[in-house]
């Protein structure tokens, strides 16, 4: 009769070495550091760009800030105001950035994991309510520093740091300044958010079948459902910028818009439905290159962090 060993060696369950689907004792902080390495690299490298979209959308610019296309624009700022007038603002984002997107992605897993969404199978609906309630935690963090970076992006901006964009906001406009796009902010970016990752989760699917870290993968597939979104949301991103440098407008209507409504409501009368895709293509081209950028970086945090190892 064979002899039995009183202490086998535990038998790693290679069905549960899921990459992506981590378990409920993942850590915390492993997520929120994650989610602020990605928010980071995500709106820094493709901040020039979206300088030139927030201008490309202002409704109303002087004579010198009309641009023709993205070149145009790099030309004509660069040779006019000098080419750090593309990094206005930037501090901001560096700044507010990463808390933000470290909610972001730990409120995703979170949703993602009560949902069910960490089992196996395709669960697109998990993926776009964890999407969807990741972008609503965020946002309340980031609005008021999204705010100061439009205010420092646009042409004429007198502003000469965060700190006195900040303060100079306040004292003329309150509170309610930095907050007043927040409800047009989560119009646009719940869905937006919910169809990039829904995007996103489909197409790693398609791309990456078995799960593993592959930054080709991801990139395409972040890439991908960035594009899609943004081009779905640009009108809510015209809006929201209206609402978000209506103080530097020196057109009453604008200076006064309250809400989503006013804000369309201007949009349209004055521009038609073309005026709701003003700074489409700049828009998606700082969308695709920054959602390939961010996914890429946060599954590259997630596999440098890995989940602990579960035997049976």
Same mark, same amino acid.
């Given at each position: 009769? /064979? ?32 989610? /602020? ?25 002087? +004579? ?21 007038? &593309? ?7 560096? &700044? ?5 997107? /470290? ?30 309630? /990741? ?73 990456? +079948? ?49 809400? &989503? ?18 700074? &489409? ?25 890995? +989940? ?5």
């Amino acid at each position: 009769m /064979a002899a039995h060993d009183p202490h086998p060696d535990p038998v790693v369950n290679e069905e549960e070495l899921d990459y992506e689907g981590l378990p409920p004792d993942f850590s915390l902080l492993a997520n929120l550091a994650a989610g /602020a390495f990605a928010g980071i690299a995500e709106h820094t490298v493709m901040y020039p760009i979206d300088v030139i979209k927030t201008r490309m959308q202002i409704l109303n610019p002087s +004579p010198t800030a009309v641009y023709t296309s993205l070149s145009n624009a790099v030309a004509r700022i660069s040779s006019t105001e000098g080419i750090r007038s &593309l990094w206005r603002g930037i501090s901001s984002v560096a &700044l507010g950035a990463g808390p933000a997107h /470290a909610v972001y992605f730990a409120t995703y897993e979170a949703v993602k994991h009560a949902m069910g969404g960490n089992g196996g199978g395709h669960q697109p609906l998990a993926a776009a309510t964890s999407g969807a309630c /990741a972008t609503i935690a965020s946002d309340a963090l980031m609005n008021p520093f999204d705010v100061v970076k439009q205010r420092m992006q646009v042409h004429g901006s007198v502003y000469t740091s965060i700190s006195h964009c900040a303060r100079s906001v306040y004292r003329s406009e309150g509170l309610i300044a930095f907050y007043v796009s927040y409800p047009t902010t989560l119009a646009m970016t719940v869905p937006f958010t919910a169809i990039q990752f829904m995007a996103y989760e489909s197409l790693s699917k398609v791309f990456n +079948p078995m799960r593993a870290y592959d930054p080709l993968s991801h990139c395409a597939a972040g890439g991908l459902a960035g594009a899609f979104a943004a081009g779905f949301t640009t009108p809510l991103d015209v809006c929201k910028t209206l609402l978000q440098t209506r103080g530097t407008s020196r057109d009453a209507e604008i200076r006064n818009a309250k809400g &989503l409504w006013e804000a369309a409501s201007i949009v349209g009368r004055r521009n038609g439905f073309r005026g709701f895709f003003r700074g &489409l293509r700049p828009r998606i081209i700082t969308t695709v290159p920054s959602t390939a950028i961010c996914w890429t970086s946060y599954e590259m945090a997630k596999s440098v962090n890995p +989940p602990p190892l579960i035997f049976n």
